[in-house]
């Protein structure tokens, strides 16, 4: 089937708009990451979705950033009020159980946000 | 707090060398590690999975190795060929199930 798929592909907005980012995990995989990488920069954590846990928003940087996983299937990561700083690109990746197990992480190709 | 460094941060090489990429983590405590590699504008595509139970991971002309002991990962990369120019990325998922990753060796494989 297809892989994790991200829309919108590029986004620019003004800043001080709010964005929304859409991902599309693998069918059936219960885990669900979101990453942001700056320019130059290493992969940031944000959020985590392990099927009807508790999500781990221990990454999320700011009160502005906020993500939902409706039925266990498709996330949205919101941005309201953006500033220049959340300019990046986004990055979700899923895998189909735990982690004690052998499990294995897909990305999709990501959503460029930039903020003028 | 686990840390992921990779060394070096950029290699360029000539066509058909053999070459390493290291990776290193401070907490051994990891359930696995996994390599993935990413071409400029793209996202990442997982390259290998090494569990905390291995030793290595073989997949064509790539062998990555797991040394948890240590803390130290390697992927080996022979007979290199332009097309494998791109970044090379490590990262380690524990206990708090989530991915950490080190920031890349950007591979160049010159003609």
């Known amino acids: 089937g297809a892989g994790v798929s991200q829309s919108p592909s590029n986004k620019v907005t003004e800043k001080g708009k709010d964005v929304e980012l859409r991902c599309d995990p693998i069918?059936?995989?219960?885990?669900l990451y979101w990453y942001r990488q700056s320019l130059g920069q290493g992969l940031e954590f944000l959020i985590y979705?392990?099927?009807?846990?508790?999500?781990?928003k221990s990454g999320l940087p700011s009160d502005r950033f906020s993500a939902e996983r409706t039925g266990g299937s498709v996330s949205t990561l919101t941005i309201q009020r953006t500033q220049q700083e959340d300019s990046a690109v986004y990055l979700c990746?899923?895998?189909?159980?735990?982690?004690?197990?052998?499990?294995?992480?897909?990305f999709g190709q990501g959503t460029r946000l930039t903020v003028v | 707090k686990q840390e992921v460094t990779q060394i070096p941060a950029a290699l360029s090489v000539p066509e058909g060398e053999n070459l390493v990429l290291n990776c290193s983590f401070t907490?051994?405590?990891?359930?696995?590690l996994q390599w993935f590699r990413q071409d400029p504008g793209k996202g990442l595509t997982s390259l290998l999975l090494?569990?905390?139970?291995?030793r290595e991971q073989t997949s064509g002309r790539l062998n990555a190795s797991l040394d948890k002991s240590s803390g130290r990962s390697t992927l080996y990369i022979a007979a290199s060929q332009p097309g494998d120019s791109a970044t090379y990325l490590c990262?380690?998922?524990?206990?708090?199930?989530?991915?950490?990753f080190g920031k890349g060796t950007k591979l160049t494989v010159n003609p």
């Open positions: 990746a899923s895998s189909p159980r735990q982690p004690s197990t052998n499990t294995e992480a897909f």
């Open positions: 069918s059936g995989h219960t885990a």
């Open positions: 979705f392990q099927g009807n846990s508790a999500p781990d």
């Open positions: 907490d051994s405590a990891i359930y696995n």
């Open positions: 090494i569990q905390s139970s291995q």
């Open positions: 990262a380690c998922q524990g206990g708090s199930e989530k991915l950490v």
